[in-house]
């Protein structure tokens, strides 16, 4: 114990006392991702995700209205002003400084089990993450858009263009018809990274075939998912992974 212990976190430093606030806001983010694991795990996920969506607009609501008094803004239709109301430019940046940093969270948690357990247990605990995450960002990506139940071929063609992926990543999609089409990662931001330091491609179909088939799934429960090829398999200069998407007919 140290000599003198500080009684409580309003007796800090400005400065470690920002830290601590900041740890806070970290320590709310894990507790309300744990609620929403718990129920899923106790509830099943479409349960889950129905408390999901109540407890979010509520939370938001105090929250913000809390937030507000104390940093002295204004919420426009549930959003803060000074995000309402910047420039079209900066909500462009301000949506690839996002998507970009969730991008940056996946890569430091693979690392990070990678350096410390190898990477055998990495891609274990990455394409189990993938599998509960692609349920997850398709049905909220489904609430946000208000597809229906089963929007067939298109919706999940729209909801695709909805990703978070979509916003870093470079992504085209060729139709084969009403029921088929063909999704083509043209440049994923994680393989072009290794390309410039002239390491091979990461191996992702495993997590890909994950990641996927259940977010297709999820949209529309009849589509199937075929992979086309994916790293490590070979593929041309024009795209990493490729995915075709379709309804099978019924005899």
């Not at 500080?6 to 970290?26: F, G, Q, W």
């Not at 008094?69 to 430019?89: H, T």
């Not at 995450?133 to 946000?144: D, G, N, T």
């Amino acid at each position: 114990m140290p000599e003198n212990p500080i009684e409580s976190p309003k007796a800090l430093s400005n400065e470690d006392l920002s830290r601590y606030i900041i740890s806070m806001v970290h320590r709310m983010v894990l507790h309300y991702a744990l609620w929403f694991t718990e129920v899923r795990h106790q509830m099943g996920l479409e349960q889950a995700m129905d408390v999901l969506e109540t407890a979010t607009e509520k939370s938001w609501q105090i929250q913000m209205k809390r937030m507000s008094k104390v940093l002295n803004f204004e919420m426009k239709n549930d959003v803060p002003a000074p995000i309402a109301d910047l420039p079209r430019e900066k909500l462009s940046e301000l949506l690839d400084a996002v998507s970009a940093n969730w991008l940056v969270n996946d890569g430091v948690w693979f690392q990070a089990v990678e350096f410390s357990h190898g990477m055998t247990e990495a891609k274990r605990c990455n394409d189990s993450t993938w599998a509960q995450f692609s349920p997850v960002e398709a049905h909220l990506i489904k609430r946000f858009l208000d597809l229906p139940e089963n929007p067939g071929i298109e919706g999940l063609k729209q909801a695709l263009r909805f990703r978070v992926y979509a916003n870093i990543n470079v992504q085209s999609m060729k139709d084969e018809g009403p029921d088929s089409f063909v999704f083509y990662m043209n440049d994923c931001r994680v393989q072009s990274a290794r390309k410039k330091k002239n390491l091979e491609d990461y191996p992702c179909k495993s997590g890909g075939l994950v990641e996927y088939t259940y977010f297709a799934r999820s949209i529309d429960s009849r589509i199937v998912t075929e992979c086309i090829g994916c790293p490590p398999d070979a593929h041309p200069e024009d795209w990493y992974c490729a995915w075709r998407f379709s309804i099978p007919h019924k005899p």
